[in-house]
């Protein structure tokens, strides 16, 4: 078996991609395997709490990792083990090894905020500026514009990035202001230990004396009733006072299932904005963002190579910048093509194919029209937009290309095909019920 560090690295980075930046660090943050034997992996983790979620929530997919790497693993063990974490940090310190570096190291007790979280390191790019220019709204008039701000979108697209970028901006000009950020697990286990000890009443005054307030994941609350109820009655306190509410999702609150109508209402009364996928132009400027930060020296080739084969989140993109960058330490050497192609071949999900006779017919059921009425010369007006928003899917989540795109959509020449994909680009920085029925229809071609 590999080095028990190397090993366990390895499951981090998967286990990454695959969840919040929140949740991540909540539950693998000071996790390591101790020991391993016949099969049996041991894993540390640093406290009961840690222990229990990570063997009901996470347990098959941690051990589907290490198989995957590991094929002779068979099983895993948790220990709370506080004094083996105390001497690996200690070890650390004095040998100045280097690890793959988690999302919250470096949080703040007092606010729960990551400094690295800022406005200054989030990229922007067309499929997050309406949520960048919402967030810089809420900045400028805390409490009054935009209250609450309510964004959604699949794991890995920047929301964490973004809602704590807001609280470290306001924490920085306004020190007078309490800010305050918490994942929904939070603030739910919270309100269970004070139902359990009975200080519901100081449980209260906690939250009802920030003057930003920030919740991640509230997708978390579905069919959570007291917590549902406590969370409505704080959200009444904080807006009636003016304070900031500022939450995410993975789903606009209207599609968070078990959820009181009452709280959806609540939920998206102020700005609710999706953050889509990249396109690979911001897939590019992100890759480019993230070298820098490491000093990776990247040629525009490989660059483009890698937006071009990781068109998924914001975290596998930066998950394959760490891996080049811990290669060529190891290596000694600069990153060369062969190395990107490796990775990509080892590392990257092949891309989905797609029958487009498939996203036609999904996508004119959507819109309750004939699926030939797609491929005619037609003009009607309800037939056109979701003629285009086949384009745009077809181009940015499929990457067929133009030409291909006009030929397979009756004879259209490709100028046409552009057109209709800058034209629902566009169209989605400004409409926020076109951004919802796009999300809805990625949602449809996945299942």
Excluded at 20 to 26: C, E, G
Excluded at 240 to 262: C, M, V, Y
Excluded at 330 to 353: A, C, F, H, Q, W
Aim: include cysteine; aromatic fraction near 8%.
């Amino acid at each position: 078996m590999m080095d028990y560090k190397q090993l366990w690295q390895r499951v981090l980075v998967e286990m990454e991609l695959s969840m919040s930046s929140a949740n991540f660090s909540t539950w693998f943050k000071d996790t390591r395997i101790v020991k391993e034997d016949g099969g049996v992996v041991v894993l540390s983790v640093p406290n009961a709490f840690v222990k229990e979620w990570l063997l009901t929530k996470y347990h098959n997919a941690i051990l589907r990792s290490l198989r995957n790497i590991e094929s002779t693993v068979h099983a895993i063990e948790y220990v709370v083990n506080k004094e083996e974490r105390r001497r690996e940090e200690r070890v650390n310190k004095e040998t100045h090894t280097r690890e793959l570096p988690l999302s919250e190291v470096e949080v703040n007790k007092e606010d729960n905020l990551n400094p690295r979280y800022t406005f200054e390191s989030f990229v922007i790019g067309p499929f997050n500026e309406l949520a960048h220019a919402a967030a810089q709204a809420v900045i400028k008039k805390p409490g009054i514009m935009y209250n609450p701000l309510f964004i959604y979108g699949s794991t890995g697209h920047g929301k964490t990035h973004l809602i704590q970028a807001i609280g470290n901006y306001v924490k920085t000009t306004s020190p007078g202001k309490k800010v305050y950020y918490m994942t929904s697990e939070q603030f739910g286990q919270d309100c269970m230990n004070a139902l359990q000890n009975q200080k519901m009443t100081v449980f209260k005054e906690k939250y009802r004396k920030y003057d930003v307030l920030i919740v991640d994941d509230i997708q978390f609350f579905s069919e959570k009733q007291k917590f549902q109820e406590e969370l409505f009655h704080l959200f009444n306190t904080l807006y009636d006072n003016n304070r900031q509410i500022i939450f995410s999702s993975d789903k606009h609150p209207h599609f968070i299932t078990g959820l009181e109508e009452r709280l959806k209402s609540r939920l998206s009364a102020g700005m609710t904005v999706d953050i889509p996928p990249p396109d690979k132009e911001s897939r590019i400027a992100i890759i480019s963002a993230k070298a820098k930060q490491q000093n990776i020296p990247l040629s525009p080739e490989i660059v483009d190579y890698l937006a071009q084969s990781i068109n998924g989140n914001i975290r596998e993109l930066e998950g394959a910048v760490n891996s080049l960058l811990c290669q060529a330490e190891l290596k000694g050497k600069e990153i060369t093509m062969l190395d990107v192609r490796n990775y990509i071949k080892n590392n990257v999900r092949p891309k989905k194919t797609v029958a487009v006779k498939d996203v036609v017919r999904i996508i004119s059921d959507f819109y309750n029209i004939k699926e030939e009425s797609i491929y005619e010369k037609t003009r009607h007006k309800e037939v056109i937009r979701p003629r285009q928003i086949i384009m745009y899917i077809l181009r940015e989540d499929f990457n067929i290309s133009y030409p291909s795109i006009g030929q397979k959509m009756g004879g259209r020449d490709h100028t046409t095909v552009i057109h209709s994909c800058e034209k629902v680009k566009n169209d989605l920085k400004e409409d926020s019920g076109l951004m919802d029925e796009v999300s809805q229809i990625r949602g449809l071609l996945t299942v």
